[in-house]
């Protein structure tokens, strides 16, 4: 039977992506057209549309000229009948086919859709077995010719896709559009932490095999840097992030890859095998770790753990699976630095040696966002190795943007910390820098509390109380207090309501219809090196300070310009921003809008002062349960010849720079308060 394209379904918010439209504008069209796509499943609240049917409509509406293909392929995969991790499994089997046997892809794919359905299977396992390990020894699944039919037009488009980004773009960027749009589901380790965790465990050492035993997307193995005839181990309790770790893993490197799925502490698929290093981001605050089958298993060596130190299991199952003298490096929650219920356990591994370093990151660097995570870098003893007399201890968090804002920098906190440890991984000890780094004897940590956070056991960065620094201080506040003062905008008399003239109005929308302006879409992507403008920016008024994301094309990166206008879609507040020559250049972040003004037509700071008035965004906001999206096309503003923009743009650039100079006395008057009471307190500063 030949799969139906409309099996694939699409919700009303899809339909929006597609059209470029707000969801508003979707239920207005199936409540006025009578043609509309009748639902064909979802929920009465939440109803799906065969896809087919709706680009058909769309297009006969003249609401839709053509599907960007990448937006295509998603909607086929998001809607695909057995669930979108299904179709990235699939997906990625045919794009390693494609990748690593093009003849084969393309024998198979020049055939009607049945008969290619009919073939795949056998195709597909020949190229999984090469990769990934015979049945049995691998976690991908390769599905009959009855569970691919559905598929086969998904693949045809993924392949489509693949030809113009490579077959290892195209799956991050599937990959990454299903976890952005499921965030609830999947505890990810960002890019920034991944790389140093990766860099952490394998710089200086050859590293040839590298296990993972909580690999989830496999963010943690994908940093580490490929090299000729290194292996890859991951292991994952559920089965589909097993897989989707293997094919990613495959399709990024030539590296031998193998992946299981089980339960790593209860059934290690790896218990005979040895590895030069160790990665992991385990579940934090397991109760159900297996405490009760597991007291007598010969892992414990350091100590059985308590039933609510799940994570000092894991840091003692990345030990007993290194070689003598291999790394291993974990992400953990603070509380397992300094919990008195995992004290003799931290006390055992220091005292033999096996605890090398304990790393604090800035809050936000890693889920759960609102804590400071840790590090922990180990070490397995060797026989002969005498045990290291000091432990590195390094505070991380107080590396942040030059403005004071909570943004780490991820580049500066990877040089920082990749600077201290390889001082003291050379040495055995490292030079004291206070308030970030301190190499301490293991002796001093051996009290009661065995307590070894960092912020506790480190001496306080030099003091920014003195009264030399804070005079300076001061001095800037002063300055920035009475410019402020200056730029203050007069008020001039309104008219009343009832004598104001009717002012003509039109949306964002039917001024880029109308070629008055375009609009782009941020994604995040940007090339090295390319600093990334955030809504965190936009709403603050901070230079670029995100980093890229990988796995989205080239042509999706939208670079600003000098007039452009950026406004954050999210979170309901009013904010518009322009562009100026210090901040062009930079990449659009997620959840940004960039307004292009024809200069002929528009004046970029009379787009901007409008589109920040509170009524329209309120009328152009679509609420949901937790959040609020702007829809900016529907967004309003005068209808005015370029002439009569002149004074309000003018009145707006007042604005501007009135708002940024009490932005920089905001910030130097904090900076004077925290500095004072740090004089205070460390006695720098006199109380009178």
């Not at 008969?115 to 020894?137: C, F, K």
């Not at 001061?474 to 003062?485: F, I, N, S, V, Y």
């Amino acid at each position: 039977m030949k799969p139906r394209d409309d099996a694939t379904e699409v919700t009303a918010a899809g339909i929006a992506r597609l059209a470029g439209v707000g969801r508003a504008a979707v239920s207005n069209w199936r409540r006025r057209h009578g043609d509309f796509p009748r639902p064909v499943g979802g929920t009465e609240t939440s109803p799906s549309f065969a896809l087919a049917d709706v680009e058909r409509w769309l297009r006969a509406q003249g609401k839709l000229v053509e599907v960007p293909l990448r937006e295509r392929v998603w909607q086929q995969l998001a809607g695909h009948p057995a669930g979108p991790v299904t179709a990235l499994l699939h997906a990625g089997c045919a794009l390693l086919l494609l990748r690593d046997r093009p003849p084969a892809w393309l024998a198979v794919s020049a055939v009607s859709d049945e008969r290619m359905a009919q073939l795949l299977p056998d195709r597909l396992d020949e190229v999984v077995a090469t990769r990934l390990g015979a049945r049995g020894e691998r976690a991908v699944h390769i599905p009959g010719a009855t569970e691919l039919l559905p598929s086969v037009p998904l693949l045809r488009g993924v392949a489509e896709l693949a030809a113009e980004l490579g077959a290892k773009q195209t799956y991050e960027f599937l990959l990454g559009r299903h976890t952005d749009a499921n965030p609830r589901q999947y505890t990810l380790t960002p890019t920034g932490p991944a790389a140093l965790m990766a860099e952490l465990a394998v710089s200086g050492a050859p590293a040839h095999t590298v296990l993972d035993p909580a690999c989830g997307t496999g963010a943690l193995l994908r940093a580490v840097p490929p090299r000729p005839g290194r292996h890859l181990y991951g292991q994952d309790s559920a089965p589909e992030l097993a897989a989707l770790t293997a094919l990613r893993l495959a399709l990024h490197s030539d590296a031998t890859v193998r992946t299981m799925a089980a339960d790593t502490l209860r059934a290690d698929a790896y218990a005979h095998r040895r590895a030069d290093a160790v990665l992991c981001h385990p579940p934090f605050n397991e109760r159900n770790w297996g405490h009760d089958e597991l007291a007598y298993d010969t892992r414990w060596e350091y100590g059985f753990p308590a039933r609510a130190e799940s994570e000092l299991a894991w840091v003692q199952h990345a030990l007993a699976r290194l070689v003598d003298g291999g790394t291993a490096v974990l992400l953990m929650p603070p509380a397992a630095a300094s919990r008195r219920s995992g004290r003799r356990i931290r006390a055992d591994l220091l005292r033999r040696g096996a605890l090398r370093a304990v790393i604090a990151l800035p809050a936000g660097a890693a889920p759960p966002y609102n804590l400071p995570l840790h590090v922990w870098v180990l070490r397995r003893p060797g026989p002969a190795t005498p045990p290291a007399p000091e432990l590195l201890l390094v505070e991380a968090a107080g590396i942040l943007a030059a403005d004071g804002r909570d943004k780490q920098l991820w580049p500066a906190v990877q040089d920082t910390v990749l600077d201290a440890w390889r001082s003291f991984d050379r040495h055995g000890t490292a030079e004291e820098r206070p308030g970030l780094a301190r190499s301490v004897p293991v002796l001093e940590l051996l009290d009661d509390e065995v307590d070894l956070a960092p912020a506790r056991r480190l001496p306080p960065p030099a003091p920014g109380g003195g009264a030399t620094e804070l005079t300076t201080v001061r001095e800037d506040l002063g300055e920035a207090l009475r410019r402020a003062a200056d730029l203050t905008p007069p008020l001039t008399a309104c008219p009343e309501p009832a004598d104001t003239p009717h002012q003509p109005s039109t949306t964002v929308g039917e001024l880029a219809r109308a070629g008055a302006l375009t609009l782009h879409t941020g994604t995040g992507a940007g090339g090295p090196g390319v600093p990334v403008l955030t809504d965190h920016d936009v709403l603050n008024g901070g230079a670029p300070s995100g980093s890229p994301h990988e796995g989205a094309p080239d042509e999706t990166v939208v670079r600003t310009e000098p007039g452009d206008v950026v406004v954050p879609v999210f979170g309901g507040g009013a904010a518009a921003r322009v562009i100026d020559e210090a901040t062009a250049g930079a990449a659009l972040g997620r959840g940004l809008t960039l307004l292009r003004p024809d200069p002929a037509a528009l004046d970029p700071w009379f787009v901007a002062g409008f589109l920040r008035g509170t009524a329209g965004h309120r009328r152009a906001s679509s609420y949901a349960s937790t959040s609020a999206r702007l829809d900016v096309r529907r967004l309003r503003l005068p209808r005015l010849p370029l002439a009569g923009q002149r004074g309000y743009s003018e009145r707006f650039r007042e604005l501007a720079a009135f708002e940024d100079a009490l932005r920089l006395a905001g910030r130097l008057g904090e900076q004077l308060v925290r500095g004072m009471h740090d004089g205070l307190t460390e006695g720098t500063l006199p109380p009178r």
